[in-house]
């Protein structure tokens, strides 16, 4: 995990904040890190949910998704994108059509060279880096798959019997 470092909001987002308004980020983009789209515009309204959210989950008073709603091309998957791409946070983006299953997010086990291996998905990749995991059309998803993701956003761990457990 590297150092935590702190951001000012208002030079960072481009946003009026009083200067003393900080969020922790990490000081150099990783390979997961997004491009910084330098036209992209914040809004502070939605700019403060989001960062609301990501305070809470660095200091652990929650493990809950964040679910953005809206029109088509409103915005809602760039917000999240560009927060990750001036924060330096590693982000894994998977497009939920309809026929995602938790099962794929997971992952799945593998052939080579005579070995079978566990193939990691975006989901268990991103607890294990830390990354934030953004479900493009998550709504598209059967409502009974999505329960298998209760356990992980109740803070428990993700098991994986095929991974030996
Ligand atoms: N605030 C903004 N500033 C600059 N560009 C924006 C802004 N909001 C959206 N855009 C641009 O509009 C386009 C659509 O945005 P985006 O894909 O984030 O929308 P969406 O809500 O996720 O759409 P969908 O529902 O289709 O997934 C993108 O090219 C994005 O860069
Ligand atoms: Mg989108």
């Not at 209760?150 to 761990?157: A, C, E, K, Y």
Request: aromatic letters at 6%; hydrophobic letters at 40%; proline letters at 8%.
């Amino acid at each position: 995990m590297p150092t935590v470092v702190e951001f000012q909001v208002n030079s960072t987002f481009n946003i009026v904040a009083p200067d003393s308004v900080r969020v922790s980020g990490y000081p150099v983009p990783g390979p997961l890190t997004p491009g910084v789209d330098p036209d992209y515009r914040f809004r502070s309204s939605l700019l403060s949910d989001v960062l609301v959210w990501q305070r809470g989950l660095l200091a652990g008073e929650h493990h809950d998704g964040l679910w953005l709603t809206g029109p088509m091309g409103s915005g809602k998957s760039s917000l999240i994108r560009q927060v990750a791409a001036r924060l330096n946070l590693p982000l894994i983006e998977v497009n939920a059509k309809t026929r995602l299953e938790v099962a794929d997010l997971v992952g799945y086990r593998t052939a080579l060279g005579g070995d079978v291996l566990f193939q990691d998905g975006p989901l268990t990749r991103a607890l294990r880096e830390g990354a934030w995991l953004l479900l493009d059309e998550v709504d598209l998803m059967e409502p009974g798959e999505l329960v298998g993701l209760n356990t992980v956003l109740d803070g428990g761990p993700l098991v994986i019997p095929d991974n030996g457990g």
